[in-house]
């Protein structure tokens, strides 16, 4: 796993719409619970918890401080509120875990490598981004790799059956979810289509010259 990132918090006494003042002043209000502990309002530094929350997500613990204690926290990141047109960070919240503890978390899956296929028009789409596993907290991966360089044609897919995973890890998503295909490209149907369509032109063409034909022969028989 990556390295463990720290971060220290102090009590927070504003509450409710008073934070707003906290934000100003650049410190964001953050909750911390979990089991075997009293829900505690803190802040800290704001532009320090905007970077924070990118790097870690929801399955990199953090080692979490509150200033005038001497307890080390151990916090996955279980909550982001972000204003609905800024989108910037409004509150965090941080729950608490037993590191002896097995817990789920979110792990994203990342594509490792070129598929073939898609070396031939097609598109590599990956409709599952992220799964579901539990580990204790220390062993949850920043993230899961698989190669798609066996793409090499648009019939084959990568399933969650496919991911190689430590035997201290268990996947809770199934294991028929899939991960990556490649889709044939969509000018192929076109030009399939296009070719129907002069083939019809070509009939229609036909037909029409042996209506005229037909109608000639009947005018000279007629006269």
């Known amino acids: 796993m990556a390295d ?22 650049g410190l964001l209000p953050v909750h911390m619970y979990g089991p075997d502990i009293d829900s505690q309002s803190l802040q800290g530094d704001l532009k320090l918890l905007d970077r924070l929350v990118l790097e870690v997500g929801t399955n990199i613990p953090v080692s979490v401080t509150v200033k005038g204690s001497d307890n080390v926290n151990m916090c996955f990141v279980r909550e982001i509120q972000r204003h609905p047109v800024t989108e ?33 028009g097609g598109t590599l789409m990956q409709p599952l981004q992220n799964l579901v596993v ?25 399933y ?15 294991l028929d979810d899939l991960i990556a295909r490649v889709i044939p490209p969509r000018i192929e149907e076109e030009e399939v289509v296009a070719s129907a369509d002069e083939d019809d032109e070509m009939t229609e063409d036909a037909d029409g010259e042996g209506s005229e034909e037909s109608s000639g022969s009947e005018e000279s028989e007629a006269s």
């Open 4 to 25: 463990l990132k720290t971060l220290e918090l102090e009590s927070r006494d504003l509450l409710g719409k008073k934070v707003e003042t906290l934000r100003r002043s």
């Open 134 to 158: 539990e580990a204790l907290p220390m062993d949850i991966p920043v993230s899961l790799q698989i190669g798609v360089t066996d793409l090499d044609d648009f019939e084959k897919s990568l």
């Open 88 to 120: 910037n960070i409004l509150h965090v919240d941080f729950l608490r875990v037993d590191t002896s503890k097995v817990v789920r978390a979110e792990v994203p899956i990342i594509l490792e490598g070129v598929a073939p296929a898609s070396q031939r």
């Open 160 to 174: 969650v059956s496919d991911l190689v995973v430590p035997d201290n890890i268990a996947l809770i998503s199934s």
